[in-house]
């Protein structure tokens, strides 16, 4: 089956979808993005992916697209007609192509946001083995830019970290800056000790995780304690358990850091509760 994307407000089969050689995203990373995951045929939390797209879409002084409003019908659309059961909607905006390269933003009343989105589908997306084995994680620098709250199509780094992770024979990278993790890669980085969540309070330093926001409330609800703060490597390594969270990956364990095992050498069974606990709630909300 050819997949069915959307660009620019029309459907299309995905051989057909074109953007403009001088769209501001090719040319200048000039764009924005969101991925949300797919359940059973449901979005997990479209509300929160949608407030923080257009988040990132004031902080930029990106134009909002006049399809904003029907995002959520264009996400269900696209889910319904790829036959997805599980797996992820990619959503990308940009400052749009003006026809020629120049650092200076085009006029908005001129140049129009594109608005770009596919479905990934991946079967069996929450039943995925990492979750029972558990992820081998290295640390590198952080050498991005100073608005990783803003989720920019900027992925060279995040990118090089993968490649770094793979080349050590580990499944991913936290970014460390002067001394402190910041996240993963791709994802928010927690640490346990005892019944206390450890992660990284919000600041332009982090991506604002919307399944982080879902995992401390629920986490909270369970009982446990949670503790917005900095965290050094040599503490993550000492750590009960680790795990990792974002809207493809959910909840997912860390069980080596840089060479060194975390408790036992197995996924720890309070991140396995949270990420049995994210999983039911998210699945009775999903629209
Ligand atoms: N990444 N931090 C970074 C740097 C991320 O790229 C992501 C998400 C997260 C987790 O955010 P959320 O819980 O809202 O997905 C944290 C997506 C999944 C991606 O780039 O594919």
Redesign the pocket.
């Known amino acids: 089956m050819t997949r069915t994307v959307f660009v620019n407000g029309d459907y299309l089969p995905e051989d057909e979808a074109k953007v403009s050689i001088f769209d501001r995203a090719f040319l200048m990373a000039d764009g924005v993005y969101e991925?949300t995951s797919v359940l059973g045929g449901k979005l997990i939390d479209f509300a929160g992916h949608s407030k923080r797209l257009e988040r990132s879409l004031n902080e930029l002084d990106i134009k909002k697209p006049a399809v904003f409003d029907d995002l959520l019908e264009i996400h269900r659309e696209l889910v319904r007609v790829n036959e997805i059961d599980d797996g992820l909607v990619y959503l990308q905006i940009t400052r749009g192509a003006p026809g020629d390269r120049d650092f200076v933003f085009p006029d908005p009343e001129t140049t129009e946001p594109t608005v770009v989105l596919f479905t990934q589908n991946k079967p069996g997306l929450a039943d995925s083995p990492a979750a029972k084995t558990g992820m081998k994680i290295i640390s590198i620098e952080d050498v991005r830019w100073g608005r990783?709250d803003i989720k920019t199509v900027q992925l060279l780094y995040?990118s090089m970290g993968k490649m770094m992770a793979k080349k050590a024979g580990a499944d991913d990278a936290w970014m460390v800056q002067d001394g402190h993790v910041t996240?993963?890669?791709?994802?928010?980085a927690y640490i346990i000790k005892g019944n206390t969540i450890i992660t990284r309070a919000l600041s332009n330093d982090?991506?604002h995780?919307?399944?982080?926001a879902a995992v401390l409330r629920f986490a909270k609800e369970a009982q446990m304690q949670v503790e917005e703060r900095n965290f050094t490597i040599d503490e993550a390594k000492n750590a009960d358990e680790a795990f990792i969270?974002?809207?493809?990956a959910f909840v997912m364990p860390v069980i080596e850091i840089d060479g060194v095992s975390l408790g036992d050498g197995t996924p720890g069974a309070r991140t396995a509760r949270l990420r049995e606990i994210y999983l039911d709630e998210s699945r009775k909300v999903a629209i």
Do not use: D, F, H, Y
């Open positions: 991925v990783r995040p996240e993963g890669t791709s994802n928010n982090i991506l995780g919307i399944t982080r969270t974002s809207a493809s």
